[in-house]
């Protein structure tokens, strides 16, 4: 893949923080700065001008919409979780593991222990992926 796109593609990947405002919206909709702000879930504060300028920069990314009709302008995310996080993990998949989402799915289950109903869910994927027994 050439350096070029590699480099537009991770612009358009969220920051850590840029994703905590993302998961606000994904969970209430559209929010104005404000609401956005208040309803941050941070160990370290973070003031309402630093939110404006990711909000503007994620706008910038394509990350969120600005609904600007009203006095207060109203963000919402640009795309369903399902869909960034599906973009994410195959970003992911591709840089660090050539690829292969085996490899990925492998790492992250010899890394962090999985729940026995976390193992059943995998395995029901798996059945359904390969057409094995329901």
């Known amino acids: 893949m ?6 537009r593609r991770r612009r358009t990947q969220p ?11 994904w969970q209430r909709g559209s929010c ?3 609401e956005v702000h208040q309803l941050l ?4 504060p973070v003031g309402y001008t630093t939110v404006l300028k990711l909000l503007q920069i994620m706008t ?18 640009a795309t369903a979780q399902d869909a960034a ?8 998949a591709e840089r660090a593991f050539g690829g292969s989402t085996v490899l990925l799915v492998l790492y992250a289950l010899s890394t ?3 729940t026995t109903q976390g193992l059943a869910n995998v395995r029901q994927l798996l059945d359904k992926i390969v057409g094995g027994t329901p």
Do not use: C, F, W
């Not at 920051?15 to 919206?25: F, G, K």
């Not at 879930?41 to 370290?44: E, L, M, N, Q």
């Not at 394509?62 to 109203?74: E, M, N, P, Q, Y």
């Open 15 to 25: 920051t850590n923080a840029e994703l905590e405002i993302l998961r606000v919206l």
């Open 32 to 34: 104005t700065v404000r």
């Open 41 to 44: 879930d941070r160990s370290t």
């Open 85 to 92: 996080q599906r973009r994410m993990i195959l970003d992911l």
């Open 2 to 7: 050439p350096i070029r796109s590699l480099s």
């Open 60 to 77: 910038e990314k394509g990350l969120v919409t600005r609904d600007a009709s009203t006095r207060s302008h109203r963000y919402a995310a």
């Open 112 to 114: 962090t222990p999985a």
